[in-house]
């Protein structure tokens, strides 16, 4: 495993392992305080962290192919993506600015409010808008690949799984529907923009579902890591919204509600690793002998 791989889920385990603590104290005691102080303090580090980590490999990851090269244009949209991560990490961190409410706001007429909070223009720009980025990203590589002829095809797994995320995007869908009646009259814009994740998602799964496996079929096995860890943060983010419809729904109980919001950092991980493996593939003809055998083996 590349040493900034390593470090990265280092980090991570420590970070839960802290959490796993609050978690317990909140169980025992039925009090939310530190369990708070934890997602607030050390929880929104962590995302400033990883997202800033997340940045600096990706744009090493830019810089390690020519500009003619049809890679350089992926990762540099790829660095884009993940400073707008960085960049909603920022914001929410910040989320003690508020804005004031402009009541002539043309948004009004369509009954929608104007981002009360910095964390909602944030979840705006870490979502939708750099979910976009990467499904832009990842059509190139599939292109790129077309081109080369090793684009291959969907096992019936991958398949299954694709029908099991369209099943939960059509009931994000209803869910949607009955947010829109009469009963709810103000959505804010950070609100509608968001409804938009889940769709963006279930297309992010299937490209690099497809991009994991044409790179694992020629046996390229750092490169398949990368493009791996891109399919476990989306399935991890797919799974954290799937929580947060189960916990307002009332699936969970007020116990385990609190459980769920750990997945976020596990996606945050993933995200930062896909970078840091494909930085350890392109510095394996730098390494010597002894060292690229220990790389291979991982």
């Known amino acids: 495993m590349p040493r900034a791989v390593s470090w990265i889920w ?10 796993a603590i609050a978690y317990a104290h909140f169980l025992i005691t039925g009090s939310y305080q530190y369990l708070t102080w934890y997602f607030v303090i050390p929880g929104t580090l962590f ?15 830019r810089a390690g192919f020519d500009v003619d090269e049809p890679m350089r244009m992926v990762w540099t949209t790829i660095t884009l993506t993940s400073s707008a991560r960085f960049l909603a990490a920022t914001l929410i961190f910040l989320d003690h ?44 590589v599939l292109a790129i690949q077309r081109e080369f002829g090793i684009l291959r095809g969907l096992t019936r797994a991958d398949i299954v799984l694709i029908c099991l995320i369209i099943l939960f995007t059509l009931g994000e869908a209803a869910n949607i529907e009955r947010y829109l009646g009469p009963a709810y009259p103000r959505r804010s814009v950070a609100q509608a923009i968001l409804w938009m ?21 020629i046996g390229i096995g750092l490169v398949s890591k990368c493009w791996g860890m891109y399919v476990i943060a989306i399935m991890a983010t797919l799974a954290g919204d799937a929580a947060i419809w189960g916990a307002g729904e009332e699936l969970f109980t007020q116990n385990l509600v609190p ?9 945050a991980a993933a995200y930062a690793s896909a970078p840091a493996y494909q930085l350890a593939a392109m510095k394996l003809p730098q390494l010597p002998r002894s060292e690229l055998n220990d790389s291979q083996k991982t």
């Open 10 to 19: 280092m980090y991570c385990a420590v970070h839960v392992a802290l959490g």
């Open 47 to 61: 995302f400033l962290v990883t997202a800033a980590a997340e940045f600096y490999l990706a744009f090493e990851c």
């Open 259 to 267: 459980l769920t919001w750990y997945i976020w950092f596990f996606v």
């Open 97 to 140: 600015w508020r804005f004031a409410r402009v009541p002539a706001s043309p948004l009004l007429v369509l009954g929608l409010t104007p981002p009360q909070s910095l964390a909602e223009i944030g979840e705006v720009i870490g979502g939708p808008i750099a979910m976009v980025l990467l499904a832009f990203a990842l059509g190139r």
């Open 197 to 217: 994740s889940d769709p963006i998602l279930g297309f992010l799964l299937v490209e690099a579902v497809l991009i994991r496996r044409s790179a694992h079929r």
